[in-house]
Antibody, heavy 118, light 108 residues
Framework: EVLLVESGGGLVQPGGSLRLSCTTSGFTFSNDWMSWVRQAPGKGLEWVANIQQDGSEKNYMDSVKGRVTVSRDNAKSSLYLQMNSLRVEDTAMYFC???????????WGQGTLVTVSS | SYVLTQPPSLSVAPGQTARISCEGN??????VHWYRQKPGQAPVLVIY???VRPSGIPDRFSGSNSGDTATLTLSRVEAGDEADFYC???????????FGGGTRLTAL
């Protein structure tokens, strides 16, 4: 069974930092691109970032470039999202998803909630 | 960037057919994927590559894609089908995935 489990969310003040994690099992993690997708409260899905199998290529949505870094540890089958200089508008549920978005996102985690507020 | 437009809401009587549209410029030339998201849950893939149902998805779900409109069709709607549905394509110009704004399906 394919499982993706996010963690690391929480309440943070504007300008603060968080590191999200996504632990996976049930598939060969090192064979797949991985992505982060977020959903602001009451809003739609928004792709945030993706990372190639070996970590050599990373892509980001414009509004997070320079503030967010995606990384992975294939030995631990885990995906990460380091978020710095957080803004109120970054408040969202953050999902990790299997795939780059160039094709389907076949599996999703349950998400971890990031709230940026003073 | 590439824009996908979905109706915000759709109401269908139980037992009837729901057709959820996803409009984009020449979307027929792209592969479209559809997700169902129930309240408080993660999205679930229900159709990929325009017409393909993943294992475990009922055959009441089907998809089509031509011209400027892709359509997700759900036949024999049940109360348990109430959810938000999102379409997704790859924007090859900007090399990033794009989602539609989502459609909330309500069974009257």
């Amino acid at each position: 069974e394919v499982l993706l489990v996010e963690s690391g969310g929480g309440l943070v003040q504007p300008g603060g930092s968080l590191r999200l994690s996504c632990t996976t099992s049930g598939f060969t993690f090192s064979n797949d691109w991985m992505s982060w997708v977020r959903q602001a409260p009451g809003k739609g899905l928004e792709w945030v970032a993706n990372i190639q199998q070996d970590g050599s290529e990373k892509n980001y949505m414009d509004s997070v470039k320079g503030r967010v870094t995606v990384s992975r540890d294939n030995a631990k089958s885990s995906l990460y999202l380091q978020m710095n200089s957080l803004r109120v508008e970054d408040t969202a549920m953050y999902f990790c998803a299997r795939g780059s978005g160039a094709s389907r996102f076949g599996y999703w985690g349950q998400g971890t909630l990031v709230t940026v507020s003073s | 960037s590439y824009v996908l437009t979905q109706p915000p809401s759709l109401s269908v009587a139980p037992g009837q057919t729901a057709r959820i549209s996803c409009e984009g410029n020449n979307i027929g030339s792209k592969s479209v994927h559809w997700y169902r998201q129930k309240p408080g849950q993660a999205p679930v893939l229900v159709i990929y590559d325009d017409t393909v149902r993943p294992s475990g998805i009922p055959d009441r779900f089907s998809g089509s894609n031509s011209g400027d409109t892709a359509t997700l069709t759900l036949s024999r709607v049940e109360a348990g089908d109430e959810a938000d549905f999102y379409c997704h394509v790859w924007d090859s110009t900007h090399e990033r995935p794009v989602f539609g704004g989502g459609t909330r399906l309500t069974a009257l």
